[in-house]
């Protein structure tokens, strides 16, 4: 029954177009389970249709073992120091208050810097509902592009992960992420279900608007996490828009909705944009 009713999911997609050139927009959630399967019809022949898959980051194509390598580079201390040196008492105090109640102990995460622990937890919280970023959207589309489409980054994984490990406000960006985890399982069921239905209205609240109104200090971390990539992103997608090719784009839907969303800086910039 679970599959023939994810058939009826509307999901995240929109057709942007500029004369007969398109580029579909599908909002990714990178943590899914298999009630999110199949996609329904349109979803799934719009890929079918589109000449280039383009992703975020094509973490698939990336050796894991180097790929590990490199977040350890990034997200930990070299120099000696631990997290207790570089974020304030309160939100250490958190942190360990944090773990001891996973029974993790404190010397495992000693050396991660804020992003990295917030990278680790928040994808330990979501494993633990039962979602796996194996069966995340991008990696659904990566998985049957892989040898049968181009595929095309939006950013590297150098870029992600340095904004992740060097944003000046990563003590604050940890003390909020530490503090959400407790309703963590309500806000991840309401984002499914949200996303299921389509709602633009509802991911721009749950994601951008409410965390705004709670959290006023996180206005910088998210400029830098979503409007200035919203602004890159999209001006890579205007040239796709004037290529002639039609791309399949799958970024996280987070990118997609709100003021200064994808869609919304597609529309502002004259092209033809509706959800599928």
């Given amino acids: 029954l679970q599959n023939a009713s ?109 992003g990295m622990l917030v990278m680790t937890l928040s994808s330990m919280e979501l494993m633990q509902m039962g979602l796996s970023p194996a069966q995340g959207i991008d990696m659904h589309f990566l998985s049957h592009a892989r040898g049968v489409k181009p595929i095309v980054e939006l950013e590297t994984l150098d870029q992600q992960l340095d904004l992740m490990m060097d944003i000046a406000e990563s003590d604050q960006m940890l003390h909020q992420t530490l503090e959400e985890f407790d309703t963590y399982p309500e806000l991840m069921t309401a984002m499914l279900e949200i996303w299921k239905k389509g709602d633009t209205e509802g991911l721009n609240e749950l994601l951008i608007q409410k965390p705004l109104r709670e959290y006023p200090q996180s206005k910088p971390v998210f400029e830098k996490m979503f409007i200035q990539r919203n602004l890159q992103m999209t001006e890579k997608i205007t040239a796709y828009l004037n290529s002639g090719k039609s791309h399949f784009v799958v970024v996280g839907a987070g990118h997609l909705v709100g003021e200064r969303g994808i869609v919304d800086l597609l529309q502002r910039a004259g092209f033809n944009v509706r959800q599928l």
């Fill in 6 to 114: 994810a058939e009826q999911d509307r999901g995240f997609i929109w057709e942007a177009s500029a004369g007969n050139n398109r580029v579909y927009l599908m909002g990714s959630i990178h943590f899914a389970d298999s009630t999110f399967y199949p996609l329904r019809n349109e979803i799934e022949s719009a890929f079918a249709q589109s000449d280039t898959l383009v992703v975020e980051v094509d973490i698939a194509a990336l050796d894991p073992l180097q790929m590990q390598a490199m977040v350890l580079q990034k997200g930990t201390y070299t120099d000696g120091s631990s997290i207790k040196d570089h974020i304030n008492d309160n939100t250490y105090r958190l942190l360990e208050q944090y773990l001891q109640k996973r029974n993790l102990p404190v010397e495992l995460f000693n050396r991660y810097k804020p």
